[in-house]
């Protein structure tokens, strides 16, 4: 199936652990990004790589570390978890303009 | 500071009528307009694309936009129950890349 897919689907875990969240895409996009959606279902972009080259890096603590591979993964690794992280994190691909999103990443910080 | 704006809702409308979902963008130069429907517990679905002044139609669904009063429009024909979910409404926004900028969402609730 042609898709963007992130894994995991679901992450618990404590305070001040180190986590990584994948994402590919088969698309064939050059662009991809990584996007945070809190309580209140605001979806606010952290980052966005077009080529593997990261173009887009918003106020985003430093603990969160985009990387890309390829053109077609974006994974996200956060350090130092905090409380304040717990969300459901989107990774979306683009051909250029729209973004079609994975079906997201809820990460719960206890 | 905002960049797309929308009225979080909830709206509610009876089954079979039209609803209307608004929302505001304060970039200027933005080109591309979008609509996506976000059911609860799933990703958001691109359900309407515009990119031109005036209204596009696809099934029940019209996009309207008017750039010069920064104001994109989605109507909802013979709404169902089904069509019962948050909308989002995202702009691009110049400055070299396209960057998608959701707005807070309006949530819909068709009740029969």
């Known amino acids: 199936d042609t898709a963007v897919s992130q894994t995991p689907k679901y992450l618990v875990t404590q305070m001040g652990n180190d986590k990584s969240i994948k994402c590919e895409q088969n698309?064939?996009?050059?662009?991809m990004y990584w996007y945070k959606q809190d309580s209140k279902k605001f979806l606010k972009i952290m980052f966005s790589y077009n080529n593997k080259e990261l173009i887009i890096n918003e106020t985003v603590p430093n603990r969160f570390s985009p990387k890309s591979p390829d053109k077609a993964h974006l994974n996200l690794h956060i350090n130092s978890l905090e409380l304040g992280d717990s969300a459901v994190y989107f990774c979306?691909?683009?051909?250029?303009?729209?973004?079609?999103f994975g079906q997201g990443t809820r990460l719960t910080v206890v | 500071q905002k960049e797309v704006e929308q009225n979080s809702g909830p709206l509610s409308v009876p089954e079979g009528a039209i609803a209307s979902l608004n929302c505001t963008y304060s970039d200027r130069g933005s080109q591309s307009f979008f609509w996506y429907r976000q059911y609860s517990g799933k990703s958001p679905e691109l359900i309407m694309s515009?990119?031109?002044?005036g209204d596009k139609e696809d099934g029940r669904f019209t996009a309207q936009l008017n750039k010069a009063s920064q104001y994109v429009s989605l109507l909802i024909r013979d709404s169902q129950p089904s069509d019962s979910a948050t909308y989002l409404c995202a702009a691009t926004f110049s400055g070299g890349y396209n960057k998608l900028i959701f707005g807070a969402g309006t949530r819909l609730a068709v009740h029969p």
């Open positions: 698309l064939g996009h050059d662009t």
């Open positions: 515009i990119y031109s002044n």
């Open positions: 979306a691909s683009s051909p250029g303009t729209e973004a079609f």
